[in-house]
Nanobody
Framework: VQLQASGGGVVQAGCSLS?????????????LGWFRQAPGKDRDFVAA???????AYAHFVTGRFTISRDNAKNTVSLQMNSLKPEDTAVYYC??????????????????WGKGTLVTVSS
């Protein structure tokens, strides 16, 4: 499975941005997730979604970000609303091996995209 994230850019605080990630292989049975890494900081979990549509979010994005997937198109998206300067980071999409459960742990994910930069100006 190869993943390619897109949709990053520069936006002002309070605005919205949507990220998309396309998988080269069949990810129907994989948990798909988004992580982010701010400059000088560790990579953090943002959100993940299972084949069923069940999802989980980091506390700092709950109510602002929404993860979704299109199994027919092998894509996962992250709709980001009410963006804050502290959301500035490189955002990575990731996939677990088949039949893995939702996890917020980086090491649980086997496949990673190269990341897309999101910059939120104040």
């Amino acid at each position: 499975v190869q993943l390619q994230a897109s949709g990053g850019g520069v936006v002002q605080a309070g605005c919205s941005l949507s990220l998309s990630c396309t998988a080269s292989g069949d990810t129907f049975n994989n948990v798909l997730g988004w992580f982010r890494q701010a400059p000088g900081k560790d990579r953090d979990f943002v959100a993940a979604i299972a084949r069923s549509g069940a999802s989980a979010y980091a506390h700092f994005v709950t109510g602002r970000f929404t993860i979704s997937r299109d199994n027919a198109k092998n894509t996962v998206s992250l709709q980001m609303n009410s963006l804050k300067p502290e959301d500035t980071a490189v955002y990575y999409c990731a996939a677990r091996s088949v039949n893995g459960a939702i996890s917020s742990t980086q090491s649980a994910y086997d496949y990673w995209g190269k990341g897309t930069l999101v910059t939120v100006s104040s």
